[in-house]
């Protein structure tokens, strides 16, 4: 039985993981059906008007990947890089093999929610001649004070992102994505990620992040009127080629987390302005209840303190800068000072960074009570362009 066709089973047949499923559910599954359970059998489209991987839930696991187009390669090369790469992305996401040499790491596992995004970043239109078509959008980000970036681990031509439900379809997809650069790209950084699985706790719930906080609450949300114009480019916008687009910026932001934990609950909720245990903001309510900035206690002091997290972020303090925060978390091992090598891979996405990402991390670097325990390590800027319609790649309004 192949593997697309158990995938026709498993919506009648899928079983839940997490509370409710691990080994007892799937012995009572019936036995020659074999349906994936809900986890595997869970598939994103790869074919839309937006690319996969922006607006979807948090995945457990992510890869973040970067190439450079190698000295020989311009824009036919290019092209046909994105060519492979939309093939390759299509089957991989419909939870059928590799078009050439599959491994079989994600063999049964089904699609497992697999996404697959691209991004270019600015290096990739001179490369390729195209600089006339490289979005203003794409100056390089200002400097921050609190920047300690690594630029080996920052930027590149090509950007990747990957992520997925199990680990080994994630790490199949990212194999056959760095196989089919070929002698066109070669990895320039790589990074890896995780979010807690989907179905590990009772209910959906917002996740949370190395410092043990919700992370995500008053993202913007696809309901929301204004979502489509905060975080894509309108169908008419420029460049054209962007048009149902996105730019994402990354920051790998290493927590401090000896420090961190060294801090009393009391002092770790007043960096961020919201309990640590619900999100609910220190104002009072619960995690979805509007944070009142104004209410003081007996002494007359803000409840939620001026250099909070949440209060400086907000986008009513920031011109109404709004972006979609998707990350996953990092853990790369303990370094030789027996710190852990961990924090957030920060992924955020807009319709422009300069009313997004920018203003916001301005504001963050003169005063964010987070940024004591926090560094921003690496960092990218991507346009991602719309979603390839069927029969087309991704980018190749750009490139054809
Ligand atoms: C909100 C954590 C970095 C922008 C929050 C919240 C937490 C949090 C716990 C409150 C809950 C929520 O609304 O999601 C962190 C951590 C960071 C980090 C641990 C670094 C490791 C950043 C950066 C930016 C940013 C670099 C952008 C420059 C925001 C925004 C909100 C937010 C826009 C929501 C504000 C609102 O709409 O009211 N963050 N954050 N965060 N953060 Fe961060």
């Known amino acids: 039985v192949s593997r697309r066709a158990l995938l026709g089973t498993a ?50 696991c992510g890869h973040l990947v970067a190439f450079d187009l190698t000295a020989g390669a311009g824009r036919r090369e290019a092209a046909a890089l994105l060519r492979r790469w939309s093939v390759t992305a299509g089957r991989l996401m419909a939870g059928e093999a590799a078009p050439h040499d599959d491994t079989g ?161 009391t002092a770790q909720q007043q960096v961020i302005g919201r309990r640590k245990a619900d999100g609910a903001p220190l104002s009072g309510g619960d995690e979805t209840t509007p944070m009142d900035l104004e209410k003081t206690d007996a002494d007359g002091e803000y409840v939620v303190p001026l250099t909070a997290h949440a209060r400086i972020t907000r986008p009513d303090k920031n011109g109404g800068a709004a972006m979609l925060r998707r990350p996953f978390s990092y853990h790369d091992g303990i370094g030789p000072d027996g710190t852990p090598d961990a924090g957030l891979l920060f992924v955020c996405w807009q319709a422009d960074p300069l009313r997004g990402f920018v203003p916001v991390q301005r504001k963050l670097d003169r005063g964010d009570a987070l940024s004591k325990y926090i560094r921003h390590e690496a960092s990218g800027l991507f346009a991602v362009p719309g979603g390839a319609a069927e029969g087309e790649y991704v980018g190749q309004r750009l490139l054809e």
């Open 105 to 265: 790491v994600a063999r049964d596992a089904g699609p497992s929610s697999l996404t697959l995004t691209f991004g270019f970043g600015r290096g990739f239109f001179a490369r390729t001649g195209l600089e006339k078509q490289r979005p203003g959008a794409l100056d390089p980000l200002p400097d921050f004070s609190s920047d300690h970036l690594d630029r080996a681990r920052s930027d590149g031509d090509l950007w990747v992102q990957i992520g997925a439900n199990d680990a080994l379809v994630a790490f199949h997809a990212l194999r056959a994505i760095q196989k089919d650069a070929g002698s066109a790209a070669r990895v320039r950084w790589q990074m890896n990620g995780f979010n807690r699985t989907p179905g590990a706790t009772a209910h959906p719930m917002t996740a949370r992040n190395l410092m043990g906080q919700l992370d995500g609450t008053r993202n913007p949300k696809p309901a929301d009127t204004d979502f489509e114009k905060r975080i894509f480019v309108p169908a008419s916008g420029e460049p054209t080629w962007m048009a149902n687009g996105s730019y994402a910026v990354v920051r790998r932001i290493r927590m401090l987390l000896d420090d961190w934990e060294k801090l009393s609950l």
């Open 11 to 60: 919506g009648a047949t899928g079983l839940a993981l997490g509370a409710a499923g691990g080994a007892a559910g799937y012995a009572a599954a019936p036995a020659q059906a074999a349906p994936l359970s809900s986890v595997g059998s869970g598939r994103v489209m790869f074919h839309g008007k937006h690319q996969p991987g922006i607006t979807e839930g948090l995945q457990a």
